[in-house]
């Protein structure tokens, strides 16, 4: 009897565990169902998902075509316009262009002044060899100018730029200046300014605006000399909000079109800050009711 009880609880066992084996199996091949068909749905949504960020895509593509045109033909037309519209508006006024770094070129800048009638007498660049110079250096430059003390060097070397510019022209400073390396010079510093365009910006961040614009701008004024400081849009480092501390009008896209004929607007009589940039209070002067209503 105890021989059969052993075997029955020994067959209970077994049916128990062929059950729970097959419903282990069972559940696994559900699972494994449900795995395919939830992966069949993400693959679904992703294709969907995909065709839509295509289609989004090519509408992207085809807007920035329209806008592409649109803005080439507004180009063409600012182009057209422009020489007419500041043909003249600085007849006869004397410009030098005082730039504080030669790292950016304002070729255009100065076709658009003698576009609008000003005659840009010189180009004046100071280098950043008035920063760095040797002791040597430093030492001839001090015996020249019979300077006493080191630190009243690049003042004064600021000043003589400025009494240049406003017209009292010393040959034999600007040649000794020139063949030091310290300024360069593309005109004739003998007519002096009407007006000073000052173009500043640099590439990295130093204290030359301190050292070197903030002096040569207070010397100018000094000399009541008219001056507008300018940039290009390119410029890593601005000193447009330096220039506005120090009460200038600026315009810092003046590479573009718009910039250029801002400055034209400004030496005419336009005060302010404009551009494109965060310092900008304006895009560009607003016209005169008179012009609007040409």
Known sequence: MLINIKYLVITVISI??????????GIQIDSQDII????????????NKFDELNRINLDLQNEVKQLSAANDINENYIKNIFPD???????????????????YTYTSMRQALKTAGAQVTSVTIISDKLLYMNDEEISNIMEYFGIDEKDN????????????????????????????????????LQQPADYVVLAGGSSEKNNKPEIIDIPLIKELKKL???????????????????????????????????GQTSLILVINGKEGNYGVKKSAQALMPYLNEEENNR
Do not use: W
Request: proline share 3%; aromatic share 6%; no cysteine.
């Open 224 to 258: 009541s000399l008219p001056l507008v400081g300018v940039e290009t849009t390119t410029v890593e480092t601005s000193y447009i909000e330096i220039y506005k501390k120090q009460k200038l009008s600026t315009v810092d896209n003046v590479d573009t079109i718009i």
């Open 16 to 25: 128990f565990l062929a059950l729970g084996i097959g419903i282990l199996i």
């Open 85 to 103: 519209y500041i043909k003249n508006k600085l007849s006869g006024v004397h410009i030098i262009i005082l730039e504080t770094a030669d790292e």
């Open 36 to 47: 395919l068909e939830q992966q069949e749905i993400t693959v679904q949504r992703m294709e």
């Open 153 to 188: 060097l690049i003042p004064v070397i600021l000043k003589r730029i400025a009494v240049t510019i406003a017209g009292n022209y010393n040959p034999d400073d600007i040649a000794f200046l020139i063949e030091k390396g310290i300024i360069y010079v593309n005109g004739d």
